[in-house]
């Protein structure tokens, strides 16, 4: 704490308790718009793969076409990746004040909370998110890798796992 209730004076509580309030509502307004980025980036993806799917494969102009697509999936998938564990990181650094601050409050339900489910630790009791939600840009880009490899190649993964 920066400051202490005898230096601060007799609204330390009050003021401190104010302070948890507004610092609980940012750390879930972190979460929104954690999960308004991921919604943002499985659309764009789908929408992808659904244009991928829909344009035939076969002359110059739609090699082209799926090279290009490929390539910026795959710098999507990247980015969505980042801002995934860059969200993670914030999250995690706003519990751990959210916790500090609840050391000063007669109550300390998100340490409590955290306490109950093993801190993350036990898959049995809680598994975190972010564990999946880091998975999910990854089978993306994989998708993208594949469509990439097949435009500049002319290589077919449905042939070579059929024809094996």
Known sequence: MT???????ENYKAHLLEQ???????ADRVSA????????????NTAIIALVSYVNFGSKTTINFYWFTSLT??????????????YKDLNSAKFK???????ELPAAPYDLEWEKV????NPKL???F???????PWVFLMFHVLVFVRSISGFSIIKWIVYK
């Open 97 to 103: 004040v959210v916790h500090e601050l609840e050391k």
């Open 73 to 86: 999936g795959i710098v999507l998938c990247f980015i969505w990746y980042r801002l995934v564990r860059s």
């Open 130 to 136: 972010t564990h999946i939600e880091k998975i999910i």
């Open 3 to 9: 400051c202490s209730p005898e230096d601060y004076g």
């Open 20 to 26: 948890y309030k507004l610092y609980v509502e940012m």
């Open 118 to 121: 093993g801190k993350g630790k």
């Open 126 to 128: 809680y598994l975190p």
């Open 33 to 44: 718009r954690r999960q308004n980025a991921n919604s943002f980036f499985l659309s764009v």
